[in-house]
Every structure is written in C-alpha cells, then in structure tokens.
C-alpha cells in the first residue's frame, strides 16, 4: 500500500504531467526511459529440406562464425521492412515485408541495451540464388538444423529463444561470463 501522501504527490505529478503540451512529454520521457537499438532478424529455413531442415547463415567479418540476416532498422522503418531489406542486402533473396512471418516471440530484449525484432520465412534454397558483397558478408550458405557450424555468440544465444543451436533448451539464454 502507498502512504497517502505519496500517492497525493504522484497523482499531482501526473496532472501536471498531462498538461503538458505532447512534444514537450514526450521529450521528457525520452529523458527518462531506457534507450534501445532496435535490430530486425530473419531466419530464412529452406521449404525443400527434409528431417531436422536448413537454416540460411552468413558468414561475416570478422568471419569467426555463422549469423543470421540481420541489420539495425532505419528511423522510422517498420521492422518487418527492415527485416526484408537486411535480408536481400545481405543474402541477395528479396522477400516482400507480407511474405515473412513473426517469429514466437517476435521480439528478444537483450542486456546490453538493444532488441532483436525476429521473423520467419521459408524459401526453396534449390532456386533461390544467393549473392553476398564479399565486403560486408562473406559467405551464404544453407546449414542442416542438426549440424550447424560455429555461430556467433549472438546468434547461438537468439536461436536458443526458438530451441535451435547449442544452446537449444537453455531458456533463457545463458549470459556469457565477463572478462577480467
């Protein structure tokens, strides 16, 4: 329970909270609430494979390990367009925003300040061509769900949210430890 008076004083700051002209509230609140990078993540499975099935990932600088489609989203961009275009920027295949499907769940908020907005698609990998830049990706290729190759540490620690990877069945996520 609130004391009286504490609640008298919270229900006057909230008065005069909403008195306030709206560009005004909402630049105090942009002072007060925690800042995040929105990121948009797809995992592109390939509708052809059979048994555990593939899951499309890059191979990036400093190309230590496999990740996902992903980018941060431009101001103002929905994220399921941002979604789209990190994925042709980086892989070459051009899906429309209405052809990728939230992931469950579609949103992961990590500890260091940022969210990952994450979407599912399937595309036949027997005709869909990859292109990668050689600059900002390396690599494309489609990986068995049941066999994967050495992924980032992010990428391990996202796909545990949807029981994939080394780290499937850990939920949530460990943290890593920090070092000395």
């Not at 400093?62 to 929905?78: F, H, S």
């Not at 769940?105 to 061509?129: L, R």
């Amino acid at each position: 329970m609130i004391p009286r008076s504490r609640a008298t004083g919270r229900a006057v700051a909230y008065q005069v909270f909403y008195r306030l002209p709206l560009p005004v509230r909402r630049r105090l609140v942009r002072l007060a609430v925690p800042k995040y990078i929105v990121g948009a993540v797809t995992l592109v499975r390939d509708s052809e494979a059979e048994g555990a099935g593939r899951l499309l990932l890059l191979r990036q600088p400093p190309g230590r390990g496999w990740g996902l489609p992903a980018g941060l989203l431009q101001k103002g961009e929905a994220p399921v367009v941002g979604a789209a275009r990190e994925l042709h920027e980086e892989s070459g295949i051009r899906l429309s925003p209405r052809q990728l499907s939230p992931a469950v769940p579609n949103a992961v908020v990590h500890a260091k300040g940022w969210v990952d907005v994450v979407f599912t698609a399937e595309v036949p990998a027997s005709s869909t061509e990859l292109k990668v830049d050689g600059a900002e990706v390396y690599e494309a290729a489609w990986h068995p769900l049941d066999d994967l190759p050495k992924l980032t540490w992010p990428t391990a620690r996202l796909l545990a949210y949807y029981d994939i990877g080394p780290l499937a069945g850990q939920f949530p996520p460990p943290v890593p430890d920090k070092k000395p």
